[in-house]
């Protein structure tokens, strides 16, 4: 009933002029006011079929009925901070050089929302930001630095499920809802008072997994939990068993990441149901979260008057491809939901276009009537999604048919880049010679399963020299690598004397206390190398 309620509103809101429209820039005078709510961790192909048919997702169902969906949105590094430094900033990751959850933006760096407020918006966020430098735990950084190290060890608790024994317990993230509710408090006491237009953002934690029982600040994420509540929205009988390759077949980039993600041990296929339900139990209360703030902005007359964008700084694979967590390009981890709705948006609309977070920058720029940089990664979407602007000549330039994701973190023991074309995903690797690269037609093999980059060679090699057209890779992953001994040799150190203790109670505990001095050995072998190139 809710639902109908709004949809009155917003269907006479379509109407209104769209943003930024026939290309004149107003400056704040007559811009619409901006919500931008961010989950963590949420697939986006669950936002559209067939994924949406495992779970009743209401509100971002009405996102998509009343705004622009698009179909092909990806995260520029399938990570929470360089995720984000890449969308608060506009600029690809090998720009950003947020390489790992600890390095992020400068705290001084000019992000979307600075700008917008020195041309007289008022701004706001609450909630998980994650776009600096200096986040995340020890372990972590540690982990990333290390990843060229000759030795393999379990970073993770393995994945688990955990349901609450409340089963009408709704607010199961209780840390999310508070910043939902100081958001919609926010709207209530300060947004409406103010004569010119707001820009709200709200970061959400869920559906990123829970930090798993007793393992300790250092240590990972790997807990999935619900309550009977919201497993009920799942449709169990629809949850997909993901088909894995044998351990010995993986891509040795996959072997190491699942690993290192304790993901090689036996799963039955009830584990990984469970899994892949509470997860998706996790998403359905993320969208109760949105649907909270959607029904705020109607209850405050604010809805007609007010762009609504919804996405995540990346997916989860939730045992596809015999891993959790992202740090992959594989489409659980890199497809992200983008829905934008408001005043000049179209209506009911699905973009089968390639797109990405460092497009969010521009558009929220282009929104407001502000003068978009020409430095920047991201193109406008709303040549996409524009009531309007049927003319796309009105826009000097056009997104490419293509877009660039990289990862450079822990859980992978190479660099990686990903090329995202409308057929075509191709993956490669450190310096493009030492690791083999990846091809995939999602057209004909949209689950990934087998990678055809030998078999098309001319294709594989059209698409490498695209990639490098656009960033120098091989040189962008030597940057990488001395970073990480740099750091490395930082860390050990201020850590004196105690870094044999430090370094082997880290998240890898389990299997570094099994064999200290010959991890010790692998590292120091790895700084001698470090220092005496000629002897690789």
Not at 400 to 409: C, K, Q, T
Request: aromatic letters at 12%; glycine letters at 6%; proline letters at 6%.
């Amino acid at each position: 009933m809710l639902l109908l309620w709004v949809s009155a509103v917003v269907a006479s809101a379509l109407a209104a002029p769209a943003p930024g429209a026939g290309g004149r820039r107003r400056g704040v005078v007559g811009a619409p006011n901006v919500v931008v709510v961010v989950s963590d961790s949420f697939d986006g192909r669950l936002t559209f079929h067939p994924g949406n048919q495992v779970l009743k997702l209401p509100f971002i169902n009405f996102m998509k009925t009343h705004g622009t969906s698009f179909l092909n949105a990806y995260t520029n590094s399938p990570i929470c901070c360089p995720s984000r430094a890449a969308m608060w900033s506009g600029l690809f990751t090998h720009l950003t050089e947020s390489w790992n959850n600890f390095k992020g933006l400068d705290p001084n760096y000019t992000t979307w929302m600075d700008v917008m407020e020195k041309h007289g918006y008022r701004t706001q966020k609450f909630g998980k930001l994650d776009y600096n430098s200096g986040h995340h735990s020890l372990s972590n950084r540690v982990e990333a630095w290390t990843r060229d190290v000759a030795f393999l060890l379990r970073q993770e608790g393995r994945p688990m499920v955990n349901l609450l024994p409340d089963e009408n317990k709704t607010r199961v993230m209780e840390k999310d809802w508070k910043i939902t509710d100081r958001a919609i408090d926010w709207l209530r006491k300060e947004a409406v008072r103010h004569a010119g237009p707001f820009v709200l953002y709200v970061g959400l934690n869920l559906p990123h997994p829970y930090p798993s029982p007793s393992s300790g600040e250092n240590f990972g994420a790997s807990t999935f939990q619900t309550s009977h509540y919201w497993l009920k929205k799942v449709h169990r009988d629809a949850i997909k068993i993901p088909k894995w390759s044998p351990l010995a077949e993986m891509h040795p980039v996959d072997y190491y990441s699942s690993y290192t993600k304790n993901c090689t041990g036996k799963f039955t296929k009830k584990d990984i149901k469970n899994i892949r339900a509470f997860y998706y139990a996790m998403c359905a209360e993320a969208d109760a979260m949105l649907g909270e703030i959607i029904l705020a902005l109607r209850q405050l007359d604010l809805l007609q008057k007010t762009v609504l964008i919804y996405t995540s700084d990346h997916g989860e694979l939730a045992m596809e491809h015999r891993q959790f967590y992202k740090m992959s390009m594989y489409e659980a981890s890199a497809h992200v939901p983008l829905l934008i709705m408001g005043p000049g948006i179209k209506a009911n609309v699905q973009v089968p276009n390639v797109v990405s977070l460092v497009d969010i920058y521009p558009t929220l720029l282009d929104i407001a009537g502000i003068p978009v940089p020409q430095n920047l990664s991201g193109y406008s979407l709303l040549p996409l999604s524009s009531e309007t602007l049927r003319n796309k000549n009105e826009f000097k330039t056009l997104h490419p048919p293509w877009i660039l994701s990289e990862f450079h973190g822990c859980n992978v023991n190479a660099s990686t880049y990903m090329l995202r074309t409308k057929q075509w995903k191709y993956i490669a690797y450190a310096d493009g010679a030492s690791v083999l690269p990846q091809l995939f037609d999602l057209s004909s093999d949209p689950d990934e399963l087998t990678n055809i980059a030998t078999k098309f060679p001319e294709i594989t090699s059209s698409l490498d020299r695209k990639l490098r057209s656009i960033v120098n890779y091989p040189e962008v992953s030597a940057s990488v690598h001395r970073y990480n001994e740099e750091q490395f040799i930082q860390w050990k150190q201020s850590v004196g004397q105690n870094y044999s203790n430090v370094i082997a109670n880290l998240r890898w505990h389990q299997d570094w206390l099994k064999e200290p001095r010959k991890y010790e050995s692998a590292i120091d072998q790895w700084l001698k190398t470090h220092k005496n190139p000629e002897t690789t």
